[in-house]
């Protein structure tokens, strides 16, 4: 399986999860559909045939997710549009409503709903498996590389049990997330574990990155648990810093990590791509 992050709008990721060995792809949360249509044509290119898309996967209602549906489904006739039951009349045009745990093929991968709420009720990652690669996880606004989305409509119970479940996932995961928001999760993450070394050296590859204009997806569960705050309620620096107490439970110290993210500003200027001269 090849994934394409298509920057859309300020700094969300629609993706291209393409069948290898054929002309076909499934587009994941189409923010917009110029720059998705974009990179459909780019890939002709590259390999000389169009490529076919089979399906569209949202996941959650958000209009930064779903607010290019209907323009694939109208110019390029796609009959499939999956997300998750309780988001019925939520996302535009669906036609899959599907249920926690559930199933389905494309090409040689099974890709499994899982229901992970918290930023919305009906919040869904996309697990993708093929053969004995490793697995791939669509995460949207719920984990982000070094973060995790806000909470709109669910409870902190619920999402830190959807973030537990993501990272329960073996551990060469690799994740795909909704948002380019990985340096100033990174800037928060270092406030709370300033002798964090995995983090820094993440702090530092996302940096680099960014100023080549490259996305910092996808991650990894492994190091998500190495050096996402939210995954990191064991730290004892992190606890220490929150004032955290031993005998507030897993879902009260989530709250905190949750509650300081809200408040947090990062002070100077993320990276910049360099302007070539
Ligand atoms: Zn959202
Ligand atoms: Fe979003």
Redo the contacts with the bound molecule.
């Keep these: 399986m090849l994934t394409v992050p298509v920057p859309c709008l300020s700094d969300?990721y629609a993706y291209l999860l393409i069948a290898p060995g054929t002309n076909e792809c499934m587009v994941v949360?189409p923010?917009e559909g110029g720059p998705v249509l974009s990179a459909l044509a780019q890939q002709k290119t590259r390999d000389g045939r169009a490529l076919t898309v089979k399906a569209i996967l949202c996941t959650?209602h958000?209009h930064?997710?779903v607010g290019g549906v209907e323009a694939l489904v109208s110019e390029l006739g796609v009959t499939s549009v999956y997300g998750y039951e309780a988001d019925r009349g939520r996302i535009p045009a669906q036609t899959h409503f599907l249920t926690d745990g559930e199933s389905f093929t494309f090409a040689n991968m099974t890709i499994t709903a899982m229901h992970i709420p918290g930023?919305t009720t009906g919040a869904v990652a996309y697990v993708v498996r093929e053969g004995a690669a490793d697995p791939i996880v669509f995460t949207?606004?719920t984990l982000f590389i070094g973060g995790c989305?806000r909470i709109f409509e669910g409870t902190p119970e619920m999402m830190h049990a959807s973030l537990q479940k993501v990272a329960a996932l073996p551990k060469e995961t690799r994740i795909y997330c909704?948002?380019e928001y990985t340096e100033s999760n990174y800037r928060f993450a270092a406030t709370l574990e300033p002798t964090n070394l995995r983090l820094q050296k993440a702090r530092e590859r996302a940096a680099t990155e960014r100023r080549a204009n490259n996305p910092t997806v996808p991650g990894t569960v492994e190091e998500e648990l190495a050096t996402n705050p939210f995954l990191r309620l064991d730290s004892a620096e992190l606890r220490k810093a929150l004032a955290i107490d031993a005998a507030e439970t897993p879902a009260q110290m989530f709250a905190k990590v949750r509650a300081a993210k809200d408040v947090f500003r990062p002070s100077a200027p993320l990276s910049q791509p360099r302007v070539p001269t």
Excluded: A, K, L, R
Aim: glycine fraction near 24%.
């Design positions: 969300n949360d923010s959650h958000h930064d997710h930023h949207g606004d989305g909704g948002h």
